[in-house]
């Protein structure tokens, strides 16, 4: 088993619709949970980071956290053309000093 | 301009041969990584290093080298030990080991084998 699942996609949306990308993850005792957008071609970039149960919102993005259920997901409302990309979610170790990624969801919006 | 620097973009390397990638920050991050991105797939960590004059193993070192002579810089040397070793490699770096652990990364260098 993977320590951090994601289904690889693609995941098509409509412009302006909702999209939903989860993450599910095996250590019980992980902590933080991040959330990376990657362009084709390009390095990863931070979009959100969650560390407490619920939800995180930060413009069109909304994280949300259930550590009983081990999942974490990353919702985008109003999705954009220019959201299409890979989104990768990635795990902190109890440790603090390692992150595990997922192996990426790639999103597609159409227009 | 603060950030994460990785050299060469692109780097070809010969049978038999070892290359080395490297990552310059000047952000005065503590821990610095390298991880290895194959086509369609997500980032598996190579080699890491909380301080300067130390390093772990990662899941899959087999083939790999680094070092960690200075705050800034941590090279990785791709060795002919590795026999598949065609991917992208990111360099990342965080502020210290433990508390968020948020990584940041350079912009990849791209390997090939002639």
């Known amino acids: 088993q993977k320590e951090v699942e994601q289904n690889s996609g693609p995941l098509s949306v409509p412009e302006g619709a909702i999209a939903s990308l989860n993450c599910t993850y095996s250590?019980?005792?992980?902590?933080?949970f991040f959330w990376y957008r990657q362009y084709s071609g390009k390095s990863p970039e931070l979009i959100m980071f969650?560390?407490?149960?619920g939800d995180k919102e930060d413009g069109r993005f909304t994280a949300q956290l259930n550590k009983a259920s081990q999942y974490v997901s990353l919702l985008i409302r109003d999705s954009q053309p220019s959201d299409s990309a890979t989104y990768l979610c990635?795990?902190?170790?109890?440790?603090?000093?390692?992150?595990?990624f997922g192996g990426g969801t790639r999103l597609m919006v159409k227009p | 301009d603060g950030g994460i620097t990785q050299s060469p973009k692109y780097l070809f390397r010969k049978e038999g041969q070892n290359v080395t990638l490297s990552c310059e920050q000047n952000?005065?991050?503590?821990?610095m990584y390298w991880y290895r991105q194959d086509p369609g797939q997500g980032l598996r960590l190579i080699y890491y290093s909380q301080i300067v004059n130390d390093f772990q193993k990662g899941d899959i070192a087999e083939g790999y080298s680094v070092s960690r002579e200075k705050k800034e810089s941590f090279p990785l040397t791709v060795t002919s030990a590795q026999k598949n070793p065609t991917a992208f490699y990111l360099c990342?770096?965080?502020?210290?080991?433990?508390?968020?652990?948020?990584?940041?990364f350079g912009a990849g260098t791209r390997l090939s084998v002639l």
């Open positions: 990635a795990v902190r170790n109890n440790a603090g000093n390692m992150l595990t």
């Open positions: 952000l005065n991050h503590d821990a």
């Open positions: 969650i560390y407490s149960n």
């Open positions: 250590d019980r005792g992980s902590q933080s």
């Open positions: 990342a770096s965080s502020p210290r080991p433990g508390s968020m652990n948020i990584q940041y």
